[in-house]
T-cell receptor
Framework: QKEVEQNSGPLSVPEGAIASLNCTYS??????FFWYRQYSGKSPELIMS????GDKEDGRFTAQLNKASQYVSLLIRDSQPSDSATYLC????????????FGTGTRLLVSP | DAGITQSPRHKVTETGTPVTLRCHQT?????MYWYRQDPGHGLRLIHY???????DKGEVSDGYSVSRSKTEDFLLTLESATSSQTSVYFC?????????????FGPGTRLTVT
């Protein structure tokens, strides 16, 4: 079983819709969770971090964490074509040195 | 961009040759990381550093060594490059300000081993 799992997609949504990206993880001791956006040929860009159960909102992005279910999600409201990218979920596996394990990413396509 | 640069940005080399990739940061971050990214595998940790001369192995460290003689530079060396090391290599720093554990990535180095 992979430590961090994501559906590879592509997830296709129309412009203006809500995109929902999901991630599950295996290490119950994980405390820090991150979402990165990566455009083709570019480096990953941090868009959200979440440390506590519940929702965290930042602009059009909402991260949701449920540690009991070992599940973290990212909602993108009012999706734009510029949101088309691969979204990487990352989870820490060792708190002190902050070693991250990444999922393989979900490709999001937002059509005009 | 967290003040991270990587050099070279692109490199083509032959099997068996040594290769060194450089990561340079300007903001005095203590923690630095090297990852490789391959289709179907995502980002995987190669080595990391938690201070000058303090380094440790990550998930895929075989065939790689690292050095950190100054806070600002973290070097990744492929002692004898193989075709399986063709990949995109990213350096990252951990933002240790306050309680943040966030990592920020450099622009990457695309390495091709022929």
């Amino acid at each position: 079983q992979k430590e961090v799992e994501q559906n590879s997609g592509p997830l296709s949504v129309p412009e203006g819709a809500i995109a929902s990206l999901n991630c599950t993880y295996s290490d119950r001791g994980s405390q820090s969770f991150f979402w990165y956006r990566q455009y083709s040929g570019k480096s990953p860009e941090l868009i959200m971090s979440i440390y506590s159960n519940g929702d965290k909102e930042d602009g059009r992005f909402t991260a949701q964490l449920n540690k009991a279910s070992q599940y973290v999600s990212l909602l993108i409201r009012d999706s734009q074509p510029s949101d088309s990218a691969t979204y990487l979920c990352a989870v820490n596996i060792q708190g002190g040195f902050q070693k991250l394990v990444f999922g393989t990413g979900t490709r999001l396509l937002v059509s005009p | 961009d967290a003040g991270i640069t990587q050099s070279p940005r692109h490199k083509v080399t032959e099997t068996g040759t040594p290769v060194t990739l450089r990561c340079h940061q300007t903001e005095n971050h203590r923690y630095m990381y090297w990852y490789r990214q391959d289709p179907g595998h995502g980002l995987r940790l190669i080595h990391y550093s938690y201070g000058v001369k303090d380094t440790d192995k990550g998930e895929v460290s075989d065939g790689y060594s690292v050095s950190r003689s100054k806070t600002e530079d973290f070097l990744l060396t492929l002692e004898s490059a193989t075709s399986s090391q063709t990949s995109v290599y990213f350096c990252a720093i951990r933002d240790s300000s306050g309680s943040s554990y966030e990592q920020y990535f450099g622009p990457g180095t695309r390495l091709t081993v022929t």
